[in-house]
């Protein structure tokens, strides 16, 4: 079983859709939470982190934890063409930073 | 946010040559670097820790001979691909996290360098 789990998708939807986006995890460990927008042949960014249970809220973007049940999501409201990426969730224990990541799901938002 | 760059973005070797990559933070210095490697349609997978002025930590199943790191200055990372051969080809990145008063230290990604061994 793999430390965190992620649908590969491709998840596509219409303009101006909810998007919900989940991973699942294993290591009860993991401390903190974050969420990684990739385009193609780039580099991940930051969209979201948390180290707590519950929502944070920034923008279009809500990242929800619930560490009772191992499991994440990012939500994108009003979606937009230009949030069409490739989305990573990567989870840290906080000691040394380093980061488990999930395979990352293939969002496509259509006109 | 921080900004981290790689050079070179794109590189084609013959099989058995060497490649350096470099990784810098820009405006901002970073003990700590790491390099993943990210096969295409998967995710990013953690090569190894770059540590300033000590030797790098190499996760399980890396070759570190292979994948020579070497962290000279606060803001350089470089990984050197020796003997590559095709199977090496991937998209390799870069992160370092910017320090501060958190104990989640937020970490900048560089923007990639796709690496073809022919």
């Known amino acids: 079983q793999k430390e965190v789990e992620q649908d590969p998708g491709p998840l596509s939807v219409p303009e101006g859709a909810i998007v919900s986006l989940n991973c699942t995890y294993s290591?009860?460990?993991?401390?903190?939470f974050m969420w990684y927008r990739q385009y193609s042949r780039k580099g991940p960014e930051l969209l979201m982190y948390t180290y707590s249970s519950g929502n944070k809220e920034d923008g279009r973007f809500t990242a929800q934890v619930d560490k009772s049940s191992k499991y994440i999501s990012l939500f994108i409201r009003d979606s937009q063409p230009s949030d069409s990426a490739t989305y990573l969730c990567?989870?840290?224990?906080?000691?040394?930073?380093?980061?488990?990541f999930g395979t990352g799901t293939q969002l496509k938002v259509e006109l | 946010g921080a900004v981290v760059s790689q050079h070179p973005s794109w590189v084609i070797c013959k099989s058995g040559t060497s490649v350096k990559i470099e990784c810098r933070s820009l405006?901002?210095?970073?003990?700590?670097m790491f390099w993943y490697r990210q096969f295409p349609k998967q995710s990013l997978m953690l090569m190894a820790t770059?540590?300033?002025?000590?030797?790098?930590?190499?996760e399980q199943g890396v070759e570190k001979d292979k994948f020579l790191i070497n962290h000279a200055s606060l803001t350089l990372s470089t990984l050197t691909v020796t003997s590559a051969h095709p199977e090496d080809s991937s998209f390799y990145i870069c992160?370092?996290?910017?320090?501060?008063?958190?104990?989640?230290?937020?970490?900048?990604f560089g923007p990639g360098t796709r690496l073809t061994v022919l």
């Open positions: 405006d901002f210095q970073a003990t700590t």
């Open positions: 990567a989870l840290g224990t906080g000691g040394g930073n380093k980061l488990t």
């Open positions: 290591n009860s460990a993991f401390q903190y």
């Open positions: 992160s370092a996290p910017q320090a501060g008063a958190a104990s989640y230290n937020e970490q900048f």
């Open positions: 770059s540590n300033e002025g000590s030797k790098a930590t190499y």
